[in-house]
């Protein structure tokens, strides 16, 4: 039974409390990267796996025709973070190790063990460049029940270019691309989504309080997505925004934690929690 709106509002005002204070004291600061070798398959299973969530990040190759970064922009503070909020905003256990780590895995889609993870979360996936391999194994893992979450892309060419590397694990006319009402019931499992935040990188916001990181390119961000026949939602967009940074850099601005770690939080519990049960 789903609790209350009252009594999940107080739930996450006690952790927002928390966070808050440990960032005053600057708790969060001295958080220990100690796991750097349970970051493969091989590694997190002889450490022992327990069945808990194991954030899992798609390392992939950028082509410069494309717009973005690469797979580690945001890594691995974000992974971290979002696996220990999850954890505490929702009853998802997550697998740790050595001190109260959480398992953070990096995989190349070609990798067997793809299909060990309910979900991925690729990022700056505007500039992916996917080999055949890549591409035929993505749509596999998709369609037989995976859950990919690609974020922080911004601009009409990255969008183009995102588009062509999708349309080569998944035939856009077999499975197109389309807004995500707010209505769909992933943004209500847990918390009631409104919107969906344009979230800028920090320091654009702490610079000039703007979000747009494309200026008139990108005026608004989007929840996007691609359904499967039976329509069940495989992969999730959040376009022009950036909920990475929202993630990775929630202990460095009291202001940009209000404004937009809070909302990415909920959003991101509504989602894992829809992805891990359809």
Known sequence: MRRSAAAL????????????????????????????????PQAAAEEGYDGGLRFCRIKFNT?????????????????????????????????????GDPVRLVLQLTEEELFQCPWVMMTEPGGADFSPAEAAKLGEYLRK??????DDFWGSHAWQWWSMQMAKALPPDEFPIVD?????????????IKEIPQIPNIGQWESSHTTSERGADSPQAYA?????????????????????????????????FQRFSVPAYEIASDVLIYALTH
Request: glycine content about 10%; charged content about 20%; proline content about 4%.
């Open 9 to 40: 509002a107080f739930v996450f005002a006690v952790i927002v409390a928390t966070l808050a204070a440990a960032q005053g004291l600057g708790a969060f600061r001295n958080f220990k990267h100690t796991q750097t070798a349970v970051t493969n």
């Open 63 to 99: 082509s410069p025709d494309g717009d973005g970064a690469g797979w580690f922009v945001d890594y691995p503070r974000a992974d971290e973070n979002l696996s220990l909020r999850i954890s505490q905003l929702t009853r998802i256990p997550i697998t740790t190790v050595g001190e």
């Open 145 to 150: 029940g995976g859950f990919l979450w690609a």
């Open 180 to 192: 995500i009402p707010l209505d769909h019931p992933m943004f209500h499992t847990m918390f009631d």
């Open 224 to 256: 996007r997505g691609i359904f499967d026949k039976k329509g069940r939602l495989m992969v999730f967009m959040t376009f022009d925004t950036d909920f990475g940074d929202a993630f990775e850099r929630e202990t460095e601005s009291q202001d940009y």
